[in-house]
């Protein structure tokens, strides 16, 4: 170790390696000693302005002067929200869902207000975004985002459907056929072809059903002509339907019940309308206008 260095003069804190590798004892700049002054007493502020220091270990701390608290910024950033909610829910409760419908605006708040209102209360039957449950649960609940209803696909019916709950209703078929009746049946049903055997409109299966066996939707009975499924496809699941039925109080009876909402109270008024907007724009929602353009998709669940 020597004192030989590049900066004569300037005294060093006694470390000098490989004698030209120096550490001086010069005073930092001016800027930098300014910026840790700043700093410091910026941390002395916001100790003495924003709570801070625990106190104790029961969770008690320095309040500060400032009066803020996480909850209060909370609280602050909802009233914003609500602010701007609250405009567009003023103006729903004035319109029917099909007036919502028309407005563009209205119709996009829905799409997005809605989505936790049918997580809560639909999703577990219907799945999330109404795509279904494919039955795992043995729920039965349709599909909702495709074009093929039970009860109808316009703004009203979707409506109706929400706001008093739909349970079809299909009788014990064991007591009033012989089992080579039923096995006929369900064969003629499982190729879409019911008009196939005459006992389709001999035992009364088109009063429900339809004399073209396409269903009636004001009774929720299924198109059995589409190929589309409440249940069960195979000629076992469909014996199994005409056996006991649909809701139809056989102890083995299929059951479908879609809750009345307006009677259980939990939903309002407002909120039961935004669901069936919601429900509409899944995609399959019907307009009024012309409605035998669509032709009907065969091949895809109910
Ligand atoms: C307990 C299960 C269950 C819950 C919860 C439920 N649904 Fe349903 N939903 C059903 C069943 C089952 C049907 C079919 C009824 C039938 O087969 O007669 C149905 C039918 C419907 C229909 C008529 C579909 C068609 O094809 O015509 C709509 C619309 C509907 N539900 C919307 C909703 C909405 C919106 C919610 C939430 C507010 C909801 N459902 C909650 C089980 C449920
Ligand atoms: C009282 C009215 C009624 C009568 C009569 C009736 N059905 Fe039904 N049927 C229904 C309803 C309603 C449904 C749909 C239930 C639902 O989806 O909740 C249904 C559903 C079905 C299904 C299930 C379709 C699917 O997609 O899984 C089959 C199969 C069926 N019916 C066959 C028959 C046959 C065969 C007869 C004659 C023996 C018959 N039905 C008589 C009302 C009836």
Same mark, same amino acid.
């Given at each position: 170790?020597?004192?030989?260095?590049?900066?004569?003069?300037?005294?060093?804190?006694?470390?000098?390696?490989?004698?030209?590798?120096?550490?001086?004892?010069?005073?930092?700049?001016?800027?930098?000693?300014?910026?840790?002054?700043?700093?410091?007493?910026?941390?002395?502020?916001?100790?003495?302005?924003?709570?801070?220091?625990?106190?104790?270990?029961?969770?008690?701390?320095?309040?500060?002067?400032?009066?803020?608290?996480?909850?209060?910024?909370?609280?602050?950033?909802?009233?914003?929200?609500?602010?701007?909610?609250?405009?567009?829910?003023?103006?729903?409760?004035?319109?029917?869902?099909?007036?919502?419908?028309?407005? +563009?605006?209205?119709?996009?708040?829905?799409?997005? !207000?809605?989505? %936790?209102?049918? /997580? @809560?209360?639909? =999703?577990?039957?219907?799945?999330?975004?109404?795509?279904?449950?494919?039955?795992?649960?043995?729920?039965?609940?349709?599909?909702?985002?495709?074009?093929?209803?039970?009860?109808?696909?316009?703004?009203?019916?979707?409506?109706?459907?929400?706001?008093?709950?739909?349970?079809?209703?299909?009788?014990?078929?064991?007591?009033?056929?012989?089992?080579?009746?039923?096995?006929?049946?369900?064969?003629?049903?499982?190729?879409?072809?019911?008009?196939?055997?005459?006992?389709?409109?001999?035992?009364?299966?088109?009063?429900?059903?339809?004399?073209?066996?396409?269903?009636?939707?004001?009774?929720?009975?299924?198109?059995?002509?589409?190929?589309?499924?409440?249940?069960?496809? +195979?000629?076992?699941?469909?014996?199994?339907?005409? !056996?006991?039925? %649909?809701?139809? /109080? @056989?102890?083995? =009876?299929?059951?479908?019940?879609?809750?009345?909402?307006?009677?259980?109270?939990?939903?309002?008024?407002?909120?039961?309308?935004?669901?069936?907007?919601?429900?509409?724009?899944?995609?399959?929602?019907?307009?009024?206008?012309?409605?035998?353009?669509?032709?009907?998709?065969?091949?895809?669940?109910?």
């Amino acid at each position: 170790m020597s004192e030989k260095h590049d900066a004569p003069g300037i005294p060093t804190t006694g470390h000098v390696w490989d004698d030209d590798l120096a550490d001086l004892t010069n005073p930092p700049p001016k800027w930098w000693m300014l910026g840790l002054a700043a700093s410091a007493l910026f941390c002395v502020v916001y100790f003495i302005y924003y709570p801070s220091f625990p106190i104790s270990s029961t969770g008690s701390f320095t309040k500060g002067i400032g009066g803020w608290t996480a909850i209060k910024e909370m609280e602050a950033d909802k009233g914003e929200v609500d602010a701007v909610r609250g405009k567009f829910e003023t103006r729903l409760k004035g319109l029917t869902p099909a007036a919502i419908l028309a407005d +563009s605006e209205l119709t996009e708040y829905v799409k997005r !207000s809605g989505k %936790v209102l049918f /997580g @809560d209360n639909c =999703a577990a039957c219907h799945g999330q975004n109404g795509i279904g449950t494919h039955d795992k649960q043995g729920l039965f609940a349709p599909i909702l985002n495709d074009d093929d209803w039970l009860y109808g696909g316009k703004i009203e019916e979707i409506h109706a459907s929400i706001e008093n709950g739909r349970q079809g209703m299909m009788m014990a078929g064991k007591d009033m056929l012989s089992a080579t009746e039923i096995d006929t049946l369900a064969n003629a049903v499982a190729k879409g072809q019911p008009n196939a055997t005459p006992l389709f409109a001999e035992k009364g299966c088109t009063g429900c059903h339809g004399p073209d066996g396409k269903g009636i939707q004001a009774m929720g009975s299924a198109n059995l002509t589409d190929k589309v499924w409440r249940f069960d496809s +195979s000629v076992e699941g469909i014996k199994y339907t005409i !056996s006991y039925g %649909v809701n139809s /109080g @056989d102890p083995k =009876a299929r059951v479908a019940v879609m809750p009345n909402f307006k009677e259980a109270g939990k939903l309002s008024d407002a909120e039961l309308k935004k669901l069936a907007v919601y429900v509409y724009k899944f995609g399959g929602g019907q307009a009024d206008a012309p409605a035998a353009s669509k032709a009907p998709e065969a091949g895809v669940a109910k």
